[in-house]
């Protein structure tokens, strides 16, 4: 199985919960935020670690959710809605409820695409939320 580059069909991804979703869509989005930095130059271990923070906090999540949700056609607004919707048992102490949850809806968007194999439609939302 190549994990790199997935092409789950839609029953398959309908079987993985949408925490499951996050949890993958959370490292989906690192991945491309550290990419993104290391291809600019960022280079300094330091550097790359706090600015890789500013990116992947839940309150850059959530404004980068609200960039995105003009943007998503009604199955993208359905599952970032589930993962905004989802029941998590703890959010951490720096992280607003509402933004926390945003994040969630994200992440599991990020994973879902992912799953997919939608890579270009990923990159496109990507790119809407980190490109001036």
Same mark, same amino acid.
Do not use: C, W
């Given at each position: ?47 790359? =670690?706090?600015? +890789? *923070?500013?990116?992947?906090? /839940?309150?850059?999540?959530?404004? !980068? #959710?609200?960039? %995105?949700?003009? @943007? ?14 989802? =029941?998590?048992? +703890? *959010?951490?102490?720096?992280? /607003?409820?509402?933004?926390?949850? !945003? #994040?969630?809806? %994200?992440?599991? @968007? ?18 809407? *939320?980190?490109?001036?």
């Amino acid at each position: 199985m190549n994990y790199f580059e997935m092409d789950m069909d839609p029953q398959a991804l309908q079987g993985i919960g949408v925490l499951g979703l996050a949890h993958v869509g959370d490292a989906v989005y690192d991945l491309l935020v550290r990419t993104m930095l290391v291809s600019r130059g960022h280079g300094a271990v330091g550097d790359l =670690h706090r600015r +890789t *923070v500013s990116f992947v906090k /839940a309150e850059a999540q959530a404004a !980068a #959710a609200q960039k %995105l949700l003009p @943007l998503l056609t009604e199955e993208e607004l359905a599952v970032y809605k589930r993962g905004r919707n989802a =029941h998590v048992n +703890t *959010v951490p102490h720096h992280a /607003a409820v509402g933004d926390y949850h !945003a #994040a969630t809806g %994200l992440e599991t @968007l990020f994973g879902h695409l992912y799953l997919r194999g939608e890579r270009e439609r990923l990159l496109a939302l990507f790119a809407a *939320v980190t490109e001036a």
